[in-house]
């Protein structure tokens, strides 16, 4: 059990402060993976997965280019078990960092604390076994209980695996951002949104 931690007077009312319980699954290909709050011993291997997972996909905001040092991400970890409202979720698959799912309202302001948001990213060598179907399941389960009553989310024009799962957990496209990336060759990718009702 890893329990965010709970300052009362910093959480709006209608979310609850969770206490997001340890949970194994097991892939398609056998392997077991736990799926857990992120704690700040985390800090190093998420940074390795993310620095992989920078150079295997287009899809995601981050680039090569864009750093994150241990210590930054050991506070970003801090900020989320300092959370009432966000979550950071890791899966570990063989005791390494497969990825990490982050959903949740850091602004929280009152007329828009009914909704949440998601982002995900695994690490190649563990997609396609349906990790991330469960880590998004296991999400909503979550935004369910803390009172969130949308659950909102994007991906880039193109990523057809990222669609077929938030597709079939209920997601349903709700617009586009145009140009809402510009990759190093000068050319552009659109962000698709998508929602659904938790309610
Ligand atoms: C997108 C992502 C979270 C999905 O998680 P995952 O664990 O790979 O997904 P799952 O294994 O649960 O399901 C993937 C499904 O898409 C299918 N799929 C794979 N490639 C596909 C493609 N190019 N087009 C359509 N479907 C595809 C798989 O067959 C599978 O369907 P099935 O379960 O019916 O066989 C993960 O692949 C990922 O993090 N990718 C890199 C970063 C990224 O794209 N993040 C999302 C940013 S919005």
Redesign the pocket.
């Known amino acids: 059990m890893f329990p965010h931690r709970l300052t009362s007077e910093r959480v709006p009312s209608h979310i609850n402060f969770m206490k997001i319980e340890e949970k194994i699954i097991t ?2 290909d056998g392997r077991s993976a736990v799926l857990r709050s992120g704690q700040v011993t985390d800090a190093l291997q998420l940074n390795t997965c993310f620095d992989k ?1 920078k150079t ?2 287009k ?2 905001a981050v680039s090569p280019e864009d750093k994150t040092s241990l210590e930054e991400q050991e506070e970003r970890i801090e900020r989320y078990l300092n959370s009432d409202t966000e979550v950071l979720l890791i899966a570990i698959v063989d005791g390494e960092v497969a ?1 990490s ?1 982050t959903f949740g309202n850091r602004k929280s302001t009152k007329r828009t604390k009914h909704r949440a948001s998601l ?6 060598s ?11 399941r296991y999400a909503i389960e979550i935004c369910k209980k803390m009172g969130f009553e949308r659950f909102e ?4 024009e193109g ?8 597709t ?1 957990l209920g997601f349903v496209e709700t617009g586009r951002i145009p140009q809402c990336m510009k990759y190093n060759d000068g050319t552009y990718a659109d962000e698709i949104l998508m929602s659904m009702n938790l309610l």
């Open positions: 892939l398609k997972i295997q996909t899809f995601i990825g799912c982002g995900i990213a695994l690490e190649d563990y997609t396609n076994a349906g990790l991330g179907t469960e880590m998004i989310l994007g991906y880039i990523n057809n695996r990222a669609r077929k799962v938030y079939r």
